[in-house]
């Protein structure tokens, strides 16, 4: 879900799919996309649907991952980004 309720499972939750991509990345450093929804997908289930993209727009607005157009994959930068 995208706005929380008292009634929200916090395993479907937008920053529990973001902190499951983080460690997915952290092991693979760079993943396609349909890599990463497949990995995810066993895990989560059709449920992920919902909140994969959200979780990567917001992963990404955190400077957290790095998106490449050409290949169509994301990278982990963490902390280590340096920003010009």
Same mark, same amino acid.
């Given at each position: 879900m995208l706005k929380p309720t008292k009634h929200l499972n916090p395993d479907k939750s937008v920053l529990h799919t973001a902190?499951?991509?983080l460690r997915l990345l952290n =092991?693979? =450093?760079? %993943? *396609? !996309?349909? #890599?990463? !929804?497949? =990995? &995810?997908? =066993? %895990?989560?289930?059709?449920?992920?649907? #919902?909140? @994969? &993209? *959200?979780? &990567?727009?917001f992963l990404f607005l955190l400077g957290k991952i790095e998106y490449y157009e050409k290949t169509d994959s @994301? #990278? @982990?930068?963490?902390?280590n980004r340096v920003t010009a």
């Open positions: 902190a499951r991509i =092991r693979y =450093r760079i %993943q *396609p !996309y349909d #890599e990463l !929804y497949d =990995r &995810l997908h =066993r %895990q989560a289930g059709d449920d992920l649907r #919902e909140v @994969f &993209l *959200p979780a &990567l727009g @994301f #990278e @982990f930068v963490g902390a």
